[in-house]
C-alpha cells in the first residue's frame, strides 16, 4: 500500500468500528505504527504528546483489533477498520464524540427507539404499537407468526413487491416482540456471535 506521510513523517488513521461503522476516533500514523499494527493486529499510533509508539489500549486493556486498513484517492489518509475492546475514548465513552452504545442497526434502531417511546406513552387511540402491547405478549406473538405465514406466502408467489411490505411487517413486529420479552436486536447480535466460530 502507497502511503503519503506529511512533512513530520504521520498520516491520520479514522477508526471505525468495522461492525457499527461509526468513526471512534482519530489518530496519526508514522511508517513504524503503520507496520507495527499489520504485525500484531492491534492498532498502534504515533503518539505526538508522548514522543514514541503507542498501541491502544495498553494500559486500559482497550485495544482496538484490526479488521482492515484502506488508505484513501490521494493516498494521505488511512481508515481502519476494528472490533474495539471496551469503550474507545480516555474518558469513558464509546467514541471521542461522547457517543455510547455504537451498536446502532441504521433504521431498525430508530424503530427499536420509536417503540420503547411509544409504549411507554401508552396511547392506545393514536398509536397501533401502544394498542397492541395493551393486548398483551400473546396477542403480539400471534401477529408475527401471522406476518411470518403472509411472508411466506408470498415469497412463493411472484410480486416482490408484496414480498417486500410482508417482509417489513414480520420484522416490524419481531422488533416489539423482542422489546415484549425484554430484549434488543443487541441480544440476538450477541446470541448469533456466540454460534459463529
Known sequence: MTIKYDSNGLVPAIIQ??????????????????EKTLETKRVTFYSRSKQRL???GEESGNILN????KNDCDNDSLLIQVHPVGPTCHTGTDTCWK?????????????????????ANKDTNTSYVASLFSKGINKIAQKVGEEAVETVIEAMDDNDDLFLYESADLLFHYLMLLQAKGFTLKDI?????????
Open 66 to 69: 484490526l479488521v482492515d486498513i
Open 99 to 119: 457517543e455510547v452504545n455504537t451498536s446502532t442497526y441504521g433504521f431498525f434502531s430508530t424503530l427499536e427507539d420509536v417503540i420503547t417511546e411509544r409504549v
Open 54 to 56: 503507542w498501541t491502544k
Open 17 to 34: 468500528d468495522a461492525v457499527t461503522k461509526k468513526v471512534l476516533m482519530l489518530g496519526y500514523m508514522n511508517a513504524a505504527a503503520y
Open 189 to 197: 447480535e450477541q446470541e448469533l456471535k456466540s454460534r459463529h466460530k
